[in-house]
């Protein structure tokens, strides 16, 4: 079949079985793109984070898919034995702004922009101004429009602050389907080959001079009444799992939550 008639699933596969000594880009990615990009690029075009069509927010999931495991390409640990698709940084980044994304620089650390891929040590003789630190960008973040789509994979360090290095760089990730580096969890996991892509895509966006994490939340987090969830967390480690996608200084257990009901709107300058 022509690689710019397969679906998201059918590239998804494609990606997977690719032969390493092949050109992923020429050969598979580049002419899939063709097919996409009119759709991606409408969508970015809608400015503000009003609710979106459930087809829509599946097409973004099965496209966040795709987009993961081209990431594995960019990184090293032991939760996952995929070597990783044979890609360039370069050819990446022509694929998925070829399909319309916009890459976003950004010089400070935010959990908006960036997850924590790894801690390293601190340069101890330097002024610092802020708690965290980019050490390193592994890959860059990658916006629709307003609304994020793929945070950047960054090493950070710390002298003291809010992150624990224990817990910040080993703690499951939500909202992930697949890392090297880390366990991760999110919504399609237990499901079927077939019912997993039926998966609501997380949608985060900037909102002015303002941030929105997981738009389609039903639970304000800014609501200082809310009680401790069903997961025991209280309303902080709530804020906390949401913004990172992970704990990054509770100490709880963190296998088994469900955080995928909360939203927070916050100062894009939060701490």
Same mark, same amino acid.
């Given at each position: 079949?022509?690689?710019?008639?397969?679906?998201?699933?059918?590239?998804?596969?494609?990606?997977?079985?690719?032969d390493?000594?092949?050109?992923l880009?020429?050969?598979?990615?580049?002419?899939?793109?063709?097919?996409?990009?009119?759709?991606?690029?409408?969508?970015?075009?809608?400015?503000?984070?009003?609710?979106?069509?459930?087809?829509?927010?599946?097409?973004?999931?099965?496209?966040?898919?795709i987009?993961?495991?081209?990431?594995?390409?960019?990184?090293?640990?032991?939760?996952?034995?995929?070597?990783?698709?044979?890609?360039?940084?370069?050819?990446?980044?022509?694929?998925?702004?070829?399909?319309?994304?916009?890459?976003?620089?950004?010089?400070?650390?935010?959990?908006?922009?960036?997850?924590?891929?790894?801690?390293?040590?601190?340069?101890?003789?330097?002024?610092?101004?802020?708690?965290?630190?980019?050490?390193?960008v592994?890959?860059?973040?990658?916006?629709?429009?307003?609304?994020?789509?793929?945070?950047?994979?960054? #090493?950070?360090?710390?002298?003291?602050?809010?992150? /624990?290095?224990?817990? *910040?760089?080993s703690?499951t $990730?939500?909202? !992930?389907? @697949?890392?090297?580096?880390?366990?991760?969890?999110?919504?399609?996991?237990?499901?079927?080959?077939?019912?997993?892509?039926?998966?609501?895509?997380?949608?985060?966006?900037?909102?002015?001079?303002?941030?929105?994490?997981? #738009?389609?939340?039903?639970?304000?987090?800014?609501? /200082?009444?809310?009680? *401790?969830?069903?997961?025991g $967390?209280?309303? !902080?480690? @709530?804020?906390?799992l949401?913004?990172?996608?992970?704990f990054?200084?509770?100490?709880?257990?963190?296998?088994?939550?469900?955080?995928?009901?909360?939203?927070?709107?916050?100062?894009?300058?939060?701490?």
């Amino acid at each position: 079949m022509d690689a710019s008639q397969l679906s998201h699933v059918a590239l998804f596969r494609a990606i997977q079985d690719f032969d390493p000594k092949g050109d992923l880009f020429h050969e598979l990615l580049r002419p899939w793109m063709e097919g996409e990009r009119e759709w991606l690029m409408a969508f970015a075009r809608q400015t503000t984070p009003a609710p979106i069509a459930i087809e829509d927010s599946w097409r973004l999931y099965a496209l966040s898919r795709i987009n993961q495991i081209l990431l594995m390409a960019f990184q090293q640990g032991t939760y996952d034995s995929w070597e990783g698709a044979p890609l360039t940084l370069p050819h990446y980044l022509a694929f998925m702004t070829g399909l319309g994304c916009r890459v976003v620089d950004e010089p400070a650390y935010s959990p908006f922009f960036h997850e924590i891929v790894e801690i390293v040590e601190a340069d101890k003789t330097q002024p610092r101004k802020d708690y965290v630190d980019l050490a390193r960008v592994d890959w860059p973040a990658l916006m629709i429009g307003p609304m994020l789509f793929s945070r950047a994979g960054v #090493a950070v360090s710390c002298i003291a602050g809010k992150l /624990r290095p224990e817990i *910040a760089a080993s703690s499951t $990730l939500y909202w !992930a389907h @697949r890392r090297k580096f880390r366990r991760t969890s999110d919504l399609a996991n237990g499901w079927g080959s077939n019912s997993q892509w039926r998966t609501r895509f997380r949608r985060d966006y900037v909102v002015e001079d303002k941030l929105l994490f997981n #738009a389609d939340g039903e639970y304000d987090l800014n609501d /200082r009444t809310l009680p *401790a969830s069903e997961d025991g $967390l209280t309303r !902080a480690e @709530r804020v906390e799992l949401l913004t990172h996608g992970c704990f990054v200084s509770c100490t709880k257990p963190d296998d088994d939550l469900f955080p995928y009901d909360d939203r927070i709107l916050l100062p894009r300058d939060f701490q």
